[in-house]
């Protein structure tokens, strides 16, 4: 079956660096797009950025535009999140999510910025 399986997350402070990881199994990882998201505590869930299948195209949310990196290792079957110069405001629940006819998602990975 198909799953995805963050990790990496924890607490980091201000200003600080996380690099974040989600390990895919159970489809065909380098046909599909894969994005991150962020869900803050009574907040909506939003998308934090996504890359093409081949890894050739990214996008990103402006609030963290040149402070985050998506990439991604098909012949590993993961995709990263690196996070750098985090803000208090970067407190979330991450998860990354696989496009196929429906989305599936994985069980997120929980980021604290704080000092």
């Known amino acids: 079956q198909i799953q995805l399986v963050e990790s990496g997350g924890g607490l980091v402070q201000p200003g600080g660096s996380l690099r974040l990881s989600c390990a895919a199994s159970g489809f065909t990882f380098s046909r599909y797009v894969m994005s991150w998201y962020r869900q803050a505590p009574g907040k909506e869930r939003e998308l934090v950025a996504d890359i093409s299948p081949g890894g050739g195209r990214t996008n990103y949310a402006d609030s963290v535009k040149g402070r985050f990196t998506i990439s991604r290792d098909n012949a590993k079957n993961t995709v990263y999140l690196q996070m750098n110069s985090v803000k208090p405001e970067d407190t979330a629940v991450y998860y990354c999510?696989?496009?196929?006819?429906?989305?599936?998602w994985g069980q997120g990975t929980q980021v604290t910025v704080s000092s």
């Open positions: 999510m696989a496009k196929l006819i429906v989305n599936y």
